[in-house]
């Protein structure tokens, strides 16, 4: 018994006790389902540190493709090596870790069964880099059954002249990750010609983008945090007249959460570029907690630190979303 | 028991009864098409407070992708919640709801045989918005059947130079639907970098409009209601030569009707954005009615109020179609 | 107008008002089925006489290829007449019909929307009769979906040498079926050279064959009527330990209803050769109805009467499963 | 920490905690398959009580196919109920539960992520009972990955004039399962024309009935408890002469061990008919467990006691493979 | 060095000999392969002059079809000859030879088995010339097969405008030619509107590009020789805040080669267009080897020099990389 005292929430919380009334309530929203498609967003549930809370924090590592090698790990060397990752998503009990075909690939087989996988299907790069972007698709779901990935991840730029080849890419490869029995996750970052760079985290814009990947049938929605300004002249009258609360960043959090069928889709959000204050991720997480948000997914603030700090750091956040600290 | 025993055969019998001869008239129209797809048109017309009637009043709930979220839903912000749009055509009596594959995958299961389906297949932001706009292929007819719809609904911009585009999906996927026992019901809406804003419910444009879904093999089609602008110089010429009577709503819908095989396809029309005067609304009602249209799809009149108006206002537009008030 | 002005809104909004709790409690059985097969379900459940009791009665007719055209027909002329089965299923308020392709095919379009059909895919005559059958396949999944039916229906014979033939056959079918939307509906009859005549219908051999289907994937079961005989060695030390009570016809169909799934699937019974004495059938479907059966499925004893007979007949016979007569 | 305390082992060990050295090296054996198959074996290893431990008790419930409804389940008639099996298996802390297509599908969804499943995809019945059996293909690859499956398993009657037909089945199924990251296990009972009834749990027939499903691709070997019997001459000689030990069971179970690739394979095996005398089963499993078995698939000495005693049962067996008592 | 001097040169370079520990070290780096593919690219590292040291140097020939026949082979016309470049490589002891289809067909049979082939499945020309190219799929993954080839070449150009169309043509050409067991080589070559000149062989550019290569699952990439100057701002600051060293080729190499998941993939390096000074291309060929780099792939410098010349100064940089030369 003295052993597991001493073990660490990750050991004790994994698994079949992780099975919580939280956990089916959020099943439950998917009736269109296959048993399959909600056995593996209950993996996804049932993992890590937060295993049963119904909160996810993801580790996602595609920042090499879309920023290059340097710009992303040159900070923190190790992070070149896909074993550091998976290593890090496991040792930090993080529900899953998301990453495209090559680092999924040179590590899984190593840490099969450890840690549940999302296969980013596809990806961009910066050496183009063009106004209304469209991501490359660079994976299958045959990838991810291979792979024994739980999920796929795919990207979408609402906004971009492009937006069009990209929902119709995901609707084929989610109709054919469903009939497999895999989850979707869809990142859902506004960009393109006609949105201004403030546009892109504006709270009608994060809301709307929010609602388009649920609407394109995603299981679990990744958008970036919004700010309280409003991009379409026409979003805001609706805004005003209703009077939208959207003052305070859990406040906009909750208008996304309601915005993605009223809360009955998981919606997490992006952490961004690495920050000098942790204290500002650890509001941010309070926030999206305060909203009734379903967690963050963390990808450069985790991995361009030292291991021992980000382990803190992650563990700092967790705590948060489990209500074990203020 | 007492209940049971002085209801009505038709009542115990529940279906049936809608099959009138002027269903069986209107499905007489469509003899090219399997007796699926009769089944499916009849289901339409069987179903609701209009069963029976030949005429159809259908939810339609796409306005939070095509608008954003906020615009659509927060006048009345029960309406972020998927399940309350199922539940107002069903109180209502609606014909039909017809949806996205999002709002569908998220009730259907729980709603499941209580009123029929039409899953819309493509769909537009306005996060990019341009002049010559192509809705993005958002599910299948795979979808479709999974859902247990009994028709899939498609989009089309005559007037824009993405027309081809769209006309060419639609092909594609009426041949698959029709061949799985699926009906077609196309909304037909011209707007394009060389139609006015006036023209694009001009009569002549409208009717146009109607026509070309008509051709491309609908057996539902839904336009804007028309003025009698007209837009092109050649067919000015034609309405002035023949004298065709427009000037009345009535007339104008009479003319449209026309332009659909001689009003052997179903015309419903759209009811556009909320508006402040309910009088209004059933005046257009009483026009389409007289002029021999099919009924009315009503979505943002219905979801932007609070539901006991909404289902007031639905009942009052049914009992016009009913001919039960004038 | 006066007929209608009087009709409880149930009537106007015919279908709806079937969806009874009794119907979405066994909807809920079949949590592994898309919303379009429980769509079907719900359709075969909400139409007819019994609609949304939760009981159902289905006209077959597939005697025709069974026993030949004057076996079955030359009895009551009419029933050459595909039109004639139709006709009698829509009048007497059944919740479906039953037929092989032709029948099916001959009069699909004119009835369209009218009752819900289910295909018979598969089918075998006594041309060439063996001791150990297996019926041809005769229909698709696509063909069902042409002709607008809920279901498809497929015959296995348990304890048949080509009893594997027919389940792998019934496999695929129903895999495609239901990937379609469809449900699956299994005449589950044991035949074959090692049964003993009195043992096809022998309580242990009528259980073992329900359960069978239901393993297979079949949402709605048909077996026939069981005696108290039974048939195998092994299985009579089962039911004697176990003291299970099989002595009554109401007891047995119990026993049945328990052997599939303990009662989660629909399990309904064949009425068998015309029968000379009306009472002897009643008495059938009373002990159906005690024992927790879902109804019956009535061929011979309906269209080898005269028409009003025919009606009469089972309209008693609903009334005893609506509970209106004892 | 009191909680943990108290909390049954199937808590604790669940999950990542479970992910030991021993199942690192038992997946080492499986070099050649995919990241997806490996996380599939793993899932099987680091579920329930055994977790981590590298041995395995899997509850199969195929008996009412096999044997029929009554001789299965009248006995403990909750039995009936697909969930009161998906329960027994949760609630024991089994590693797996193994079932047709059927008993899956009727509760899948409802404990969607709770245990891992087996889609058991061929089946036989006893009404057609040859002398070289042939079982029939009752599921598909597609529906192990939509039911959420870990594994597909599948049985093979080495000695049957049917086994060709068998093992290529299984070599179709095996290969389609394993390109989609699914486990394979085989069922692999010795039966025919040629073997006498002894002959089928001889030592030499269950050494080589195991040999040949590892030589198939199994991944997860279930073969019966072998006696010192020898069934065939030629390998009497070679028994013989290289004094292999086959004296005591445990030894037996050592020799079909090392007869699946040196130990390199999981082998496990059946229960059996249940049985009066527990002691003789904890018997059985400490030869398993001191023979270097896997672990045992135990489905009527579970599933034919009341729920209480069936759950005391499972315990002290799987307390026996764990080592926690002797 | 004693024994491999003492060695006959058959046995250093050919087959089983040269599975050397360093050999399989490499291929434990591609856990998720199967053995087919693992197979193969031991091929690579098994044969000639090189084999078993880890080290590769690839004859590729694929000028003709880039730069036209003239400026490939007029300054060495037995060049024109496909069997010269075969002959070239088996000579010289090339790890293997790599060519579009036509090459390979004119001479694969007369040389089966002497040499591992690569089938470049894409090829580019300079009759046309854009600023953002897309080289045409000129070869299939059957071909590959049909020609008895061990790997398919690909080139993609990040940076152009058209790199999405080659990645989503590698991913699919890719995912089938493991799944064939064939090892992917994938030539990446920074091209594009948005590149200035000097900005193709850029330190942060070429780094960037072979991390895309392996994300998109490359076994083997190649680059192009990495200069000192950074082109992208962003990068710039990652470099300069890192300090990552990038003064010397070998450090420059280094750090490509740790882009590549920290060298846990081939990188191996262009030789580039025919240079007056063979010392300058050993001096690079020092400094891959010093920087960890895998080894090179030389053309031009092969093939436009007299067959005898080539062959020595083939023999010096494979001394160079094999340690038995400074």
């Given amino acids: 018994m003295a052993v597991l005292d001493t073990m660490p929430a990750v050991v004790r919380r994994a698994g079949t006790g992780a099975m919580t009334d939280r956990v089916r309530e959020i099943l439950s929203w998917y009736e269109s389902d296959s048993p399959g498609t909600k056995t593996n967003i209950a993996r996804l549930l049932a993992h890590g540190y937060l295993a049963g809370t119904g909160k996810l924090v993801i580790l996602p590592v595609d920042q090499g493709f879309e920023h290059g ?10 992070g070149y090596d896909p074993n550091y990752h998976f290593e890090m998503a496991i040792e930090a009990g993080c529900n899953a870790y998301a990453a495209p075909l090559g680092f999924l690939e040179a590590a899984a087989a190593r840490h099969a069964g450890e840690v549940p996988l999302i296969l980013k299907l596809n990806n961009h790069d910066l050496l183009y880099d063009e106004k209304d972007p469209i991501s490359a698709v660079t994976g299958s779901v045959r990838d991810a059954l291979r792979l024994g990935c739980v999920a796929i991840g795919f990207t979408i730029y609402p906004g971009s002249a492009g937006a069009r080849t990209m929902y119709e890419q995901l609707r084929a490869l989610a109709e054919e990750a469903k009939s497999h029995g895999l989850a979707v996750v869809v990142w859902s970052y506004a960009r393109g010609s006609q949105l201004s760079k403030e546009g892109e985290t504006a709270i009608d814009v994060v809301a709307y983008a929010a609602h388009i990947a649920a609407q394109l049938g995603a299981h679990v929605i990744k958008v970036k945090l919004p700010t309280a300004h409003i991009e379409q002249a026409e979003a805001q009258k609706a805004y005003t007249k209703a009077a939208v609360p959207i003052n305070t960043l859990a406040e ?21 570029a690495l920050k000098a204050d942790d204290e500002a991720v650890y509001d941010e997480a309070r926030a999206i907690r305060d909203g009734g948000g379903f967690g963050s997914i963390i990808g450069r603030n985790s991995f361009q630190r030292p291991r021992e700090r980000a382990l803190g ?6 705590k948060i979303y489990a209500g074990e600290t203020t």
Same sequence: chains 1, 2, 3, 4, 5.
Avoid: C, D, K, Y
């Avoid at 090698?69 to 900070?75: D, E, L, M, T």
């Avoid at 906009?252 to 961004?272: P, W």
């Avoid at 750091?313 to 967790?318: A, D, H, V």
């Fill in 313 to 318: 750091f992650l563990s700092t956040i967790m």
């Fill in 69 to 78: 090698p340097a710009r992303s790990f040159a900070v923190n060397p190790p």
């Fill in 252 to 272: 906009r959090v909750r208008h996304v959460v309601q915005s993605t069928f009223n809360g009955r889709r998981i919606v997490i959000f992006s952490g961004g």
